[in-house]
């Protein structure tokens, strides 16, 4: 009865967290998504008003390696649960402040900077979020579901994406732009408080890591997780900047700007490109757990390799073809760049996570990961968008992925495996 209880607690925690990914990308993906009405409400609508509005969001994520480190410390000395309370409990006071934020309108140019400050604080927040969250899943995994289980958070960050873009698509189509603009934008980000909110009362009822608890009954819990991180596993940290440096631009380039790059380069309507970008969203879903499986039959490194060729090969073509003007053409650019940065991001969980042993692993995803996340995923949709003007080249955000994979694929096929039912059991705490 006991063994029921203990595995009946277990599979509870691991959806309540599974669930808290969803909140926390809807949440902090919901300000990309509406960046053409933010642009408007916020900056006033001129025409340097787009690049305000991404600034903002590259900006706020120069934030998250902060935040990582800071909740990452929390979680490696008192272990994964508390960390989680405490960086929701932020996110959902940053995201109530913006649904109630002053507009341009109201207190001119001082609202950008309130959005952007919020933003900051959001960034913050998210920084201990995901990597708590798959450090999380990833230790109370059997291993040779790892892979999979450990997907669950990047098919939940995308089922959060796929929330937002599709509440972004319903507000923006039912809404005249008066309305929108006047007090509509307000209810994407009321919904995402209201969400955070509950997620914060939920995370009271998950039990710790077992792998904390291992290492509190062990007495092996590092005094300074930074500096254990740091001198054991220096190699581990470049392997999880690399797999996370391309996670992250096919992500945020190859799929949260493509609405704003639809609704440029492509000349369709807010409307339009949120529909199609919420159609991608769901063909990301649908292959996130696949390629989970895939990495967990075959490996991490076969599976990386792969999904890095695809990146340096396709992505130019996919943007070229989305810029052509044809709905069609679009949506299928559009689907094919979801589908290998939902499957990067499924095997790059798990990959950049095994990089480091129990001890210390938040803090190493902080300096890994995280770092890769704030210079390749906040400043890139910026970048491109900045690029497309200057160059007039539809296929330069798509030139901007392969060289990233270029970059990154030696690494990639020359790191060891992984994955613990293709090498030996896991230890306690991997070298670097």
């Known amino acids: 009865m006991a063994d029921s209880a203990t595995i009946e607690v277990s ?4 959806a309540i967290a599974a669930f808290s990914t969803i909140v926390e990308w809807y949440d902090f993906t919901l300000y990309l998504y509406f960046a053409t009405v933010l642009s408007r409400v916020f900056f006033g ?67 950008g900077w309130l959005l952007i400050l919020l933003r900051c604080v959001m960034g913050f927040a998210v920084g201990g979020e995901y990597t708590g969250v798959v450090a999380y899943l990833l230790e109370g995994a059997r291993d040779e579901r790892r892979g999979l289980v450990t997907s669950f958070a990047a098919a939940a960050s995308e ?26 934008w307000r209810i994407p980000f009321l ?27 062990e007495d092996t819990i590092p005094a300074n997780p930074i500096h254990h991180t740091l001198t054991r596993h220096r190699g581990g940290i470049l ?3 690399a797999i996370s440096s391309l996670g992250s631009i096919t992500y945020y380039v190859g799929i949260t700007y493509v609405p704003a790059f639809l609704a440029t380069a492509g000349s369709m309507t807010e409307a339009d490109s949120l529909w199609l970008s919420t159609l991608a969203a769901v063909m990301v879903i649908l ?31 996919m943007f070229s073809l989305m810029a052509g003007g044809s709905h069609a053409e679009a949506l299928l650019g559009a689907v094919i760049l979801a589908m290998v940065a939902g499957g990067v991001s499924a095997v790059g969980a798990v990959a950049t996570a095994e990089q480091f042993g129990g001890e210390g692993r938040l803090s190493g995803l902080a300096l890994g990961a995280t770092f890769a996340t704030a210079i390749f995923g906040g400043l ?3 970048l491109a968008q900045q ?43 991997v070298q670097a």
């Open 287 to 317: 292959v996130t757990p696949f390629v989970g499986l895939l990495s967990d039959r075959y490996g991490r490194k076969p599976v990386l390799a792969a999904l890095c060729l695809a990146s340096a090969i396709l992505p130019m073509a």
């Open 191 to 217: 919904v995402g408080a209201l969400l955070a909110g509950s997620v914060w009362i939920a995370r009271h009822a998950m039990a710790e890591s077992p792998d904390f608890e291992r290492q509190r009954a």
């Open 45 to 111: 609508g001129g025409e340097n008003s787009l690049l305000a509005t991404l600034a903002g969001f590259a900006i706020a994520y120069l934030m998250r390696p902060l935040g990582a480190l800071f909740f990452g410390h929390i979680g490696d000395r008192h272990g994964r649960r508390h960390t989680l309370l405490l960086s929701v409990a932020l996110m959902t006071a940053a995201m109530l402040a913006i649904a109630l934020l002053p507009t341009r309108a109201a207190i001119g140019p001082a609202a």
């Open 11 to 14: 599979r509870g925690s691991k």
């Open 239 to 241: 392997r999880a900047f």
């Open 387 to 429: 690029l497309l003007g200057w160059t007039q080249w539809p296929s330069v955000p798509g030139a901007m992925i392969g060289l990233v994979a270029l970059a990154v694929l030696p690494l990639f096929l020359t790191m060891d495996e992984t994955a613990p039912t293709r090498t030996q059991p896991r230890p306690s705490s």
């Open 380 to 382: 890139t949709p910026y």
């Open 159 to 184: 089922v959060g994406a796929l929330l937002a873009v599709g509440i972004s698509a319903v507000t923006v189509s039912m809404m005249s732009a008066p309305d929108l603009d006047s007090w509509g």
